[in-house]
Each structure stands twice: as C-alpha cells, then as structure tokens.
C-alpha cells in the first residue's frame, strides 16, 4: 500500500487539508456530513456475529489477563473520599492477593481533585511520564476526568482550568467530555475548537502532554451516524483516544457503538498511518462482555491494538468478575464473591 | 381415534425462570416398566453455577423477610400441591411403580411436611435462640441465623416427591435459598414441584432445580466457593467422603448421606443444621 502524502503532515495540517479549509462550522459540516451513512442493521449484526466467538481454555486464561492490564479501574462518585482512592489503588496495584501472578491494570480512574491521592497512593507504582512499554514491571497511570465531567456544561475556561489543575496534580490521561449540545446544534466548530483548547491545557510544565481521550456521550448522540461523524471529530481535533461514554447516561458502551468507533479509529490508521486508542466504558460488568469486545478489537483493527496505549475499559466492577474467573482457571473450582475485595 | 402422544422436553427451574441446560443436553425419564415418560434437561456445571449465582441473588430478600412472611409463603406451597396432587400421583404412580392408594399416601405425607416446617418458620428462632445468663448488667442473647446458600442432593431413591420436599423445606425455614440436584431416575416430581413454585408466592431464586446426573453436578457444587452448606443427603451412592473433603476446602456446613424409610425424617435439627448462631450484647438499662 503506498503511503498517503497525510501521512507526512503535521497534525493540524492534515485536520485543515482533510476538511478542505479552516475549522469553521461549515466546513466541517460540510466535510462530516459527506461520510458516509451507517447500516445500522448491518452493524449491530456484525457486532452480534463477532460475540457469538467461544473462547476457551489457554486462549481464555490469555484474553482474562489481557482484560486485566487493559482496565481503567474508576471510582467516579459523588463520595469518593481520598480514602476510597487508597484502596482503589491498592486494588489497581494488586488486584487479587491470593495469586501475586496477577497483572496490574493500565491506571486509575478518578475526578480531578482526587488526582494528588491517586500520585500519592501510587508513589514508585506510578508510570513516569513517557514510560514506554517493556522496561520491567508495568507502572498504574493515573487518568482524570475533566471539563466538567459528565455534563461538560460550564464556559470553556472552567473546563480548561479543570484541566490545567489535573495535569498539574500529576494526571498521566485527561478523559474530557465533548459538548453534546454543541454537536447535536451542529456547531461543530464550537466542539472542534474546544477539544484543540483542551489539549493545548494537556502540556506539561516540561512541554511534554497528557494523553487526551474524548468522551463522545454516545447515548446521547442518538444515532450511529452521529456516533461515526463525532468520532471522526474527535480525532481531527487531536484526541489521543475516543471514548464512548461517561458511565453516568444509559445506554453506556455497547458493542456495535465500539465497533462503529474501531472502524473510523480503523479508517484513519489506513488514511494517515496513526493509530488513535479507543475505550469503552460503562456497562461492561462481566469477562463475557470484555472477551467480546477483544474480539471485536482484534477483528476490526487488529490486535495491536490491544495493548493500553491503544486499548482501555473504563470500568468498576468488571476486575471482580474477571478475577473470579481468574481463580476458577487456576484452582479449577467456581469462586465467589467473598474472594475479591468490595471496592 | 387414538390422539397423538405429546412427549414433554422438561427444563431447569433456576432464578424463578426455565431456561434449557446451557449444555443443551437431555436424557430420558423412563417409566418403572422401562416406557418413555418424558425429556428432562441434563445439567451441566454451568446450570449449576447460574444456579448458585441465582441464589446468591435472592439470598438477601429471603432471609431478609419477616419469618411469619416466609411461614405463610411454605404454607402457600402446600396449598398447591394440593391443587395438583392428581398430577404428582400419577407421575408417582408411572415413575415408581406404585399404586394409587401408595403414591396418594406419599402426596399426603409430603404436603403434610410443608405445612410441619412452614409452622417452624415463625417459631424456630424461640425455641432455638436463647437469653445467656452472664455476669453483668448485660443482656447476652443467640439467635440462629441463615447460613446462606444451601446446596442439596436430592434423595435418589423410591418416594421422589417426599424425599426432595424432606430436604429443601427445613433448609427454606431459615430463609436459606437452595440449589438442589433432583432425583436422576425419577425428576418428575421435582420439575413439577418447579411448576408450583413458579405459581407460588417464593420468589425467584430461592429454590433453584437442576435435573441431571450428581455425580457429575455434586463434586462442582461441593467445591463452589459461593455455597455456604452442602446437604449430602441423597449422596449415599456417590464417593461422598470426597465431596466432604472438598467442601472442608471452602469451611462449609456438611450433612451426611441419610438412607433408609426414615431418611430425612422431619425434625428442628434438620432446620438448626443450616443456621450459624450469632450473640449480641447490649446493656441493660439501670433505672
């Protein structure tokens, strides 16, 4: 395949040669509109089709510890305390104490202000900045959710100043929230130039960035098509990874809207060569679910993707689950729930 | 002119609902003479599991009602089985090669016991419980408690449906929940009495059925780490000094194999066997 001349580009040139002009709302409307629509049967029969994969035995025992090192482990809660973000590490540190075999999560989860906590918890566990993969025992990052998470309803500079405080603190990933409005409004400029706001916030004092994942809200996008025209967005304006959701609206990540999200993550590595991370979060409670989702990552991008640079599940309870069927594939008899912790 | 025959394929009962075996597997219940009766689901460990999952789930709500609120649920059960006590005598009558007058005696004596144990449940924490004498302005009671989730091999032998009821009732009284393995060779009165708990007041999960082989559910059950009891009472004729050894694995309460015409004979320890006891201390007041 000869590489496209986008890839030579520099991010912001290829966003401006891609939609054909500067940013503005009518040349990316004109630009997001002319994707192609969604067969949403389609898709949610392709989505079917690939959870249908039985998965067994080695291949199992590999997916469950894969699942593990790809997970956000998050607690975002009204009541958090720095308390339940001890523990919450100590859990992403350790996930099961009856087998130290166990991998460690990719990172934390939490709201901004619980950020120092997290670092604090974390101390020598933390993933330094810019570690790369391979040089030992894994590090826990530390990712916080920002710009007025869940509702991104507040001025452009509160949520930039939401972001600036997180980064400062020591946050590793910033997961902002696009403004849903603004889209649905189709004010894409509006949405484009905030995600370009947000990551120029993600600069370290050093120069160096914050990874930025772009929360999309898709059940509150309505259709596929916004689905695919926001992911593709998203990406123009520098997310480092699209999420799907907040965790706090339902219907949260489901399968075809991931898949829908792989394909235009899928599109864009062949478009320009770079690959954009994906994570789905909210929802996905038991291995079942996240054996799918591997699947479906596998099968559509391919499974360099699963690693968590460009893979990750936002999720609470799905380490337990996935823990329980750890300890049924070693000692070979069922486990409970009085086996894992709580929290 | 002669109907045509409709043979049934029975399911499981778990979490109030009949799904298949997730095994898909189903063997046949042959009548006494040897006759093709019926289909019933062939469990698997996997039904077993959900079934325990099931359990789990309802164990709050059961052992969280009032004990006269379960009472008058048991009672109710007996009260179906007497609407249908047509259907258990005639499945009695075909599985076991009994007559009439022997199968109906049985009905009697099983919804005789249901309303024995469903009487227990508002009492047994009286007779049961007590207030410790202790030296000091202090009251000092025990009460029984739950044990939690109750695994159950069913009788295997003759009397299909008083065996199966002598071993889940006392086990309910407490506001246990159970997972029970049927009777192999004769599951009909077990899918049936499924039938009258769907249409009784007990809500889903609490008594959760499996048809199929124990030897090949029991040894799972015994190992499960989410099931709190194992009640071995119709295991006599498996290698149950192992299944003992692999609960001790997992610290749970363990009721021995019981044969015999007065197997499973109804009696308040029968109820105790699966209760932990708790203490609590409180101050008197000193006026």
């Known amino acids: ?343 | 002119m002669n109907r045509l025959a409709i043979p049934k394929t029975y399911k499981l009962y778990i979490g109030g609902k009949f799904p298949r075996s997730e095994s898909g597997r189903v063997y046949e219940v042959l009548s006494h003479t040897g006759d093709f009766l019926a289909n019933a689901a062939k469990g698997s460990r996997k039904d077993a599991r959900d079934a325990v999952v099931a359990a789990r789930n309802a164990l709050g709500g059961w052992a969280g009602a009032t004990a006269y609120n379960r009472g008058q649920v048991l009672y109710r059960i007996a009260e179906l089985l007497e609407g249908r006590r047509a259907q258990f005598i005639a499945e009695i009558m075909s599985c076991e090669g009994v007559n009439a007058a022997v199968a109906s005696a049985q009905v009697d004596e099983a919804i005789d016991r249901w309303v024995w144990y469903a009487g227990w449940a508002d009492k047994y924490v009286q007779v049961a419980g007590n207030a410790n004498p202790v030296s000091g302005p202090f009251f000092n009671l025990s009460v029984p408690e739950p044990t939690g989730v109750v695994a159950i091999i069913a009788p295997q032998g003759t009397e299909s449906l008083l065996g199966l009821v002598s071993a889940i009732a006392p086990a309910l009284v407490a506001g246990n929940t159970v997972v029970v393995v049927a009777n192999e060779n004769a599951p009909l009165s077990a899918i049936s009495l499924a039938e009258v708990l769907a249409t009784s007041d007990v809500p889903g999960g609490v008594v959760n059925i499996v048809t199929g082989s124990p030897t090949e559910i029991a040894p799972w059950l015994a190992t499960h780490a989410d099931v709190n009891a194992l009640d071995l009472v119709g295991a006599g004729d498996l290698d149950w000094v192992e299944l003992q050894i692999s609960a001790a694995d997992t610290l749970k309460r363990v009721l021995p194999p019981e044969t015999g015409a007065d197997a499973a004979a109804p009696a308040l320890n029968r109820i105790l066997a699966f209760t932990e006891v708790k203490t609590v201390w409180h101050t008197k007041a000193i006026l």
């Open chain 1, 1 to 343: 395949m000869t590489q496209s001349p986008l890839a030579t580009y520099q991010p912001e040139q290829r966003a401006l040669a891609l939609i054909g002009g500067e940013a503005t709302d009518t040349n990316l409307r004109r630009y997001l509109q002319g994707i192609p629509g969604i067969d949403a049967v389609g898709l949610e029969a392709r989505a079917a089709d690939l959870g249908t994969r039985s998965i067994k035995t080695s291949s199992k025992r590999w997916a469950i510890d894969t699942i593990i090192g790809l997970i956000d482990l998050t607690t975002l809660e009204g009541a958090d305390t720095p308390g339940k973000v001890r523990s919450l590490v100590a859990k992403a540190l350790v996930p099961d104490p009856g087998d130290p075999g166990t991998p460690r999560v990719a990172a934390v989860c939490v709201y901004g202000d619980m950020v120092g906590a997290a670092v604090t918890a974390l101390g020598s566990a933390h993933a330094a900045a810019g570690e790369t993969e391979g040089s030992g025992v894994q590090g826990v990052r530390v990712a916080a959710v920002a710009t007025a998470f869940p509702s991104g309803r507040a001025s452009l500079a509160v949520k930039l100043a939401d972001v600036r405080d997180a980064v400062a603190a020591g946050a590793d990933e910033i997961d902002m929230v696009i403004d849903r409005g603004a889209f649905l409004a189709g004010r894409f400029g509006q949405v484009y130039d905030e995600i370009v706001a947000v990551k120029e916030a993600c600069r370290r004092a050093d120069g160096s960035m914050a990874h930025l994942k772009v929360i999309l809200e898709t059940g509150e996008l309505n259709t596929y098509d916004n689905v695919r025209r926001a992911s593709w967005l998203a990406i123009l304006a520098g997310g480092d990874f699209i999420k799907t959701s907040t965790g706090k609206v339902a219907p949260a990540a489901t399968l075809p809207v991931t898949l829908s999200m792989l394909e235009v993550v899928r599109d864009w590595h062949r478009l320009t060569g770079v690959r954009i991370g994906v994570k789905p979060a909210g929802g996905i409670r038991t291995s079942k679910d996240a054996i799918k989702y591997l699947v479906t990552v596998a099968e559509t991008v391919g499974e360099e993707w699963l690693t968590p640079h460009l893979f990750r599940f936002g999720a609470s309870s799905l380490l337990n689950d996935v823990l329980l069927q750890r300890q049924k594939m070693t000692t070979g008899h069922y486990s409970g729930p009085d086996y894992v912790t709580i929290d």
